[in-house]
């Protein structure tokens, strides 16, 4: 069983950053892929990025490259998404969610636990 928990959203203006956090509790945790996901209101929700257990190969919804950063640190259980160059568009429910077969992914059927989300809101 694995928890986790997102925190640092927030009110940003258009061009702001923001880094967001996942907290993640159980033993297995380094093994597993990490991904963020976002939900805008009335939509479905999208894959941001994802990350493999070990950090080496990083994925990103081509609507944030070069603007998102997903990073990880298995020692403190942790995945972090720096996020810069914000748009309103990027308003969202962001939710972290882990991955048992430890390979980044898109995908969101092979994400095995959720956490509870965080709101990021980007004025204009």
């Known amino acids: 069983q694995v928890q986790l928990v997102e925190s640092g959203g927030g009110l940003v203006q258009a061009g702001g950053s923001l880094r967001l956090s996942c907290a993640a509790s159980?033993?297995?945790?380094?093994?597993?892929?990490m991904g963020w996901f976002r939900q805008a209101p009335g939509k479905e929700r999208e894959f941001v990025g994802a990350i493999s257990w070990r950090g080496g190969t990083t994925y990103y919804a081509d609507s944030v490259k070069g603007r998102f950063t997903i990073s990880r640190d298995n020692a403190k259980n942790t995945v972090y998404l720096q996020m810069n160059s914000l748009k309103p568009e990027d308003t969202a429910v962001y939710y972290c969610a882990a991955n048992k077969y430890g390979s980044a992914s898109p995908r969101r059927y092979e994400y095995d636990y959720w956490g509870q989300g965080t709101q990021v809101t980007v004025s204009s």
């Open positions: 159980g033993r297995t945790f380094s093994t597993y892929a």
